[in-house]
């Protein structure tokens, strides 16, 4: 794991244990140009990024779900529903 990445125990605990297709750096690539960044209400902020896996040749949205300072990764996954055009 990228040593300059901060996460939370959770994240190191939990969400790398059930999801172990997340590669940490592609978290760090959405958080520093994500598509879209959203405050969620108790803080949290979103960020949505494209990522390609290995041996695929079409590109994921990944949400990563930071803590309020920004760069604290919490939580991470592909969202599917993610619509690049907000309604």
């Not at 990228?2 to 592609?26: A, H, S």
């Not at 949505?48 to 896996?53: D, S």
Request: include cysteine.
């Amino acid at each position: 794991m990228d040593t300059k990445l901060k996460t939370t125990r959770y994240f190191r605990e939990q969400v790398l244990r059930k999801r172990p297709y997340i590669e940490p750096d592609w978290c760090a690539q959405v958080v520093a140009a994500p598509l879209r960044r959203q405050v969620q209400p108790e803080g949290r902020i979103r960020f949505w990024g494209e990522v390609v896996r290995p041996g695929e040749t079409t590109s994921r949205v990944l949400r990563v779900v930071t803590l309020d300072d920004g760069e604290t990764v919490h939580n991470a996954f592909f969202d599917r529903s993610f619509r690049r055009s907000k309604p």
